[in-house]
C-alpha cells in the first residue's frame, strides 16, 4: 500500500508486476524488501528512494536542542571535567574540594567510573565530573553529549606530561572547551615547575606567565593548598563564557553513568542541563523510560528538585540507560514508553519516490 501511494500508481498494478516479475502473489498489506520495490518501481520508470522516518531518537535531539528565549536564561553552574594523567590526583583533587574521601573507596586508588559532584565557593556552585579518563570524555563527546563546559587538567609536578595527559590535552584542544591547568603535589620536595611549563609550552598550552592563554595554578590536592585560586580561576572562567539555562522549563540532560543496585533496581547518576528535574517526572533516557520515583544528590540525599548543572542520582527507570544518554522530560508515562520502545525497535524506513529527472540530492533524502 505504502509502495502504491509512494508512486501513486494503483496496487493492482503492482500486484500484477510482483506476480509477473517474482511470480509471488501478494496483498495490499504484504511487506516486500526494498530491493523488490525498487525493481518494481524500475518496470514502471518511477525513481525510488528510502528515507528513515523521523524517529524517536530524532525527537528526543529535538526536545534537547530547543531554543529557550534569552529572557528566561538564568546564569548556571559550570560543569568542569577533569582530566589527567592515572594517578596524578584527580579524585583526591574533587576529593578535598567537597572534603570527602572517594579516593579511599576506590578498588585499588583507580577510578572506575565517572562521578559527578557539586561544590559551592563564595556562594557560586560549580560542578565537577571525575572521569577513569579521558576516554569517557571523548566517548561522551562524540555521542553528541556535551556537557563540558571547562577542563581542569591535573599535571603532577613530580611527574610532568605524561602520554594520558598529552592525548587529554589533544582531545580538549578538539572540543574547543576551555581549559585551566591545576599544577599538583606541588608539596613533594625536588619538583621543577619551569619543567613543568615547558612540557605544556611542547604540546602547545602555552602558561599565561609565559604569555600564554592558559592559566596554570599550584595546588596541592592532597594538602587543599591553592585550591582557592583554583576555584576562583575557573568561576572566572565560567563568567567569561555567560553559562546560562533555563531553569522553567521540561528537564533535559544527559545520563552519566547506569547502573543496577540491589535494593533500587536501575540507578542511572544524570546531569541535568536545562530546566528543572522533579520527583513524578515521565522520563525518557535512551532507551529506558520510567518516572523519577527517588532522587538523589551528590551526597546521596534525597531532593525533590534539581536545577540546571546538577548532578544527581535517579530511580524509576524501567532499565538501565547507558553513558551519554540524553534524557528529557516528555508530557506523561504513555509518551515516554510510546519513545523509549521505538527506539528500541529502530530503523523503520518510509518509501519516497518521484517519477521524473536525475537522482535526488542527498539532502532531499535525508530531509
Ligand atoms: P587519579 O588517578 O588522577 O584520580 O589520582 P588519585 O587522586 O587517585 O591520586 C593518586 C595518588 O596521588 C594518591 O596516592 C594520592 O594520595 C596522591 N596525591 C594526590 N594529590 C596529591 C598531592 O597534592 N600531593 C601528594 N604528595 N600526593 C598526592
Ligand atoms: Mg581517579
Not at 528566561?72 to 582530566?83: F, S, Y
Amino acid at each position: 500500500r505504502s509502495l502504491s501511494e509512494a508512486m501513486g500508481r494503483p496496487a493492482k498494478t503492482i500486484m500484477s508486476i510482483m506476480f509477473k516479475e517474482f511470480g509471488e502473489m501478494v496483498t495490499i498489506n504484504q511487506i516486500i524488501e526494498e530491493d523488490t520495490a525498487l525493481a518494481v518501481a524500475m518496470e514502471l520508470g518511477v525513481d525510488l528512494t528510502f528515507k528513515k522516518q523521523k524517529g524517536a531518537l530524532e525527537l528526543v535531539e529535538e526536545i534537547v536542542e530547543q531554543e529557550d528565549a534569552p529572557e528566561d536564561l538564568v546564569t548556571r553552574p559550570p560543569i568542569i571535567t577533569v582530566l589527567g594523567h592515572v594517578d596524578h590526583g584527580k579524585t583526591t583533587l574533587v576529593d578535598t574540594l567537597r572534603n570527602s574521601k572517594v579516593v579511599e573507596g576506590e578498588a585499588g586508588g583507580i577510578t572506575q567510573h565517572i562521578a559527578a559532584y557539586q561544590v559551592e565557593y563564595n556562594g557560586h556552585k560549580l560542578t565537577f565530573v571525575d572521569t577513569p579518563g579521558h576516554a569517557a570524555f571523548s566517548e561522551m563527546r562524540s555521542r553528541g553529549a556535551n556537557v563540558t563546559d571547562m577542563v581542569v587538567l591535573v599535571v603532577a609536578a613530580d611527574d610532568g606530561v605524561m602520554p594520558q595527559t598529552a592525548e587529554s590535552i589533544s582531545h580538549v584542544k578538539a572540543s574547543e572547551v576551555p581549559m585551566v591547568v591545576a599544577m599538583n603535589k606541588i608539596d613533594l620536595p625536588d619538583i621543577n615547575e619551569q619543567k613543568v611549563l615547558q612540557e605544556l609550552t611542547a604540546q602547545n598550552v602555552l602558561p599565561a606567565e609565559w604569555g600564554g592563554e592558559t592559566e596554570v595554578v599550584r595546588v596541592s590536592a592532597l594538602k587543599g593548598t591553592g585550591l582557592d585560586n583554583l576555584l576562583e580561576t575557573l568561576l572566572l572562567t565560567a563568567e567569561l563564557h555567560e553559562l546560562k539555562a533555563n531553569p522553567n522549563r521540561p528537564a533535559v540532560g544527559v545520563c552519566l553513568e547506569g547502573f543496577r543496585d540491589e535494593g533500587r533496581g536501575s540507578v542511572a547518576w544524570l546531569i541535568v542541563q536545562k530546566g528543572t528535574l522533579r520527583i513524578g517526572d515521565a522520563v525518557i533516557c535512551g532507551k529506558s523510560y520510567g518516572y523519577i520515583r527517588a532522587m538523589y544528590d551528590d551526597q546521596d540525599q534525597q531532593i525533590e528538585e534539581a536545577p540546571p548543572s546538577t548532578p544527581i542520582k535517579v530511580t524509576g527507570l524501567d532499565s538501565v540507560p547507558g553513558a551519554g544518554d540524553h534524557f528529557v522530560v516528555v508530557g506523561d508515562i504513555e509518551q515516554a514508553r510510546e519513545l523509549a520502545e521505538e527506539r528500541r525497535h529502530e530503523g523503520r524506513t518510509d518509501v519516497l519516490s518521484r517519477h521524473s529527472g536525475g537522482p535526488r540530492t542527498l539532502d532531499d533524502i535525508l530531509g
